[in-house]
């Protein structure tokens, strides 16, 4: 029977709902408001979130006073007829100057202003340019190549909105890179969670033995669990180089590559070092929560088992087995969300190279690297969805009731 919340008792998960509202809601909220923007740090037109036209006015007046500056030391190489349309071009440039010379700040203007702006911009520019085509023996003191570059610094400083709504979402259904990281993914989460689920077992089993020194199997078992994931990736590494690596060495002594210098350099290798490494870390984990179902288990139903006549092939599979399924989906589900989002062990071992690039590290490299939070963002959600997909078929379709009303 559920009972109602008290105020008194709603006090005391305030600060809970705090905590998931900092640290939970808003970055997903963000995420979402970033993936509706073409949002790029690196790229002054796209370093925010603009819903309509902006206007870099400081920059724009700071670049004005630059191209009167050149044009004064040029004007005077030039013919007469030259000159005069040298400085018409500053004075109107002079004119725009004064007219946002009080915008101290990045301010909204509206897409015709924009329009009409550029345009103004382009006609000066294509003036200046024909004087300078007209004298190419002269040798000016600036010449066209700096005012070149001031007036598309110039014509960037019109911000047009950067607001792509769900275009974003339909170029993720065909972007190829996408896809193929979420096949990585995949692959390593279903290969490394499978290895890990048997080998996990096999260790539990053993774990839950009662026999002298067992408290030391235990906990030598769960060392690799307890190095952080990038000290044992960077460990594994030096076991998989090339020229000094043991386990390249023996990988290739025994037929498993051609030599020691593919185990990191080709797709196989790359992929099986990765998983490999994975295994070796994070099976005591998973050996650890399947232990923990296991002795919750009655020891009379294996007696009941024995009395009837059932081996240990015929008990595991009739009575652990069933009744340890509980522990082994919370066990399944805790790993293979956390195999779904590996970033470490990946990035130091490989880089995403070979292969091996999951969405974590495309997602990285998207954010961090290129400096495109928008596309990355969703990159972000998408996994976020592949995550919620992985929880619910293993708590609806699998069938596991691993929160139970009382």
Known sequence: MRKNITPKQAAFLLPLFLLLGVFAIYPILTSVVYSLFDYRTNDQRAAGLYTSTNFNAPLFVEDCGYITWYLEDDVTQVSETDAQTLRTVMTEVDALAAAYAQNAEVTKISAAQGEELKATLENAKSRIKAVYDNNPDVAFYNGWEKQDILFNEMQSCVIESNFTGLSAYSKLLTDTRFGTSLKTTLLFTIISVFCELVLGMCLALIMNKAIKGIGGVRTTA????????AVSALMWSYMYDGSSGVVAKLFADIGLIASPELMLLSPGGAMTAAVLADVWKT?????????????????????????????????????TLPLLKPSMLVALLFRSLDAFRVYDLIAVLTGGAQGTETLSIYAYKLMIGQNNYGYGSVVVLAMAICVGLIAFVFVKVLGAELIADD
Do not use: N
């Open 283 to 319: 099976t005591p984990y998973m050996a650890l929560l399947l232990l923990a179902g296991l002795q919750i288990i009655d020891h009379g139903l294996y007696e009941s088992a024995a009395m009837d006549g059932a081996g240990k092939v015929r008990t595991f599979f009739s009575v």
């Open 222 to 229: 769960l060392i690799p669990w307890a190095i952080p994931t």
